[in-house]
Nanobody, 118 residues
Framework: QVELVESGGGVVQPGGSLRLSCSSSTSFTTMASAGWYRQAPGKQRELVAIIAGGTGINYAESVKGRFILARDDTVTMMYLQMNSLKPEDTAVYYC????????????WGQGTQVTVSS
């Protein structure tokens, strides 16, 4: 399994920005897929953004144009830049990564809370 640790959550006003970070014990370039999910109270966990193989980055419709998934040159860090935040973006955000050999599922971080409120 891969160890993932998120950071960067917090409270922000509507229209504000936050950047989430995810540190991995293994290079993200070796992963079959890696990205971010979120879970709001009383709702199911949902995809926010993901890189899968050579298909590029896929974003949820609700965050397109506002959120950006990126990796840095060390390839063990992944980020989610969140702009123009809305109250409906309030959720626990989870980093996710799956190695090619993890056929039954990938690894999750512990989650970081993002609250968008005035």
């Amino acid at each position: 399994q891969v160890e993932l640790v998120e950071s960067g959550g917090g409270v922000v006003q509507p229209g504000g920005s936050l950047r989430l970070s995810c540190s991995s014990s293994t290079s993200f370039t070796t992963m079959a897929s890696a990205g971010w999910y979120r879970q709001a109270p009383g709702k199911q966990r949902e995809l926010v953004a993901i890189i899968a193989g050579g298909t590029g980055i896929n974003y949820a419709e609700s965050v397109k144009g506002r959120f950006i998934l990126a990796r840095d040159d060390t390839v063990t860090m992944m980020y989610l830049q969140m702009n123009s935040l809305k109250p409906e973006d309030t959720a626990v955000y989870y980093c996710y990564a799956r190695r090619p050999e993890d056929l039954s599922g990938g690894s999750w971080g512990q989650g970081t809370q993002v609250t968008v409120s005035s």
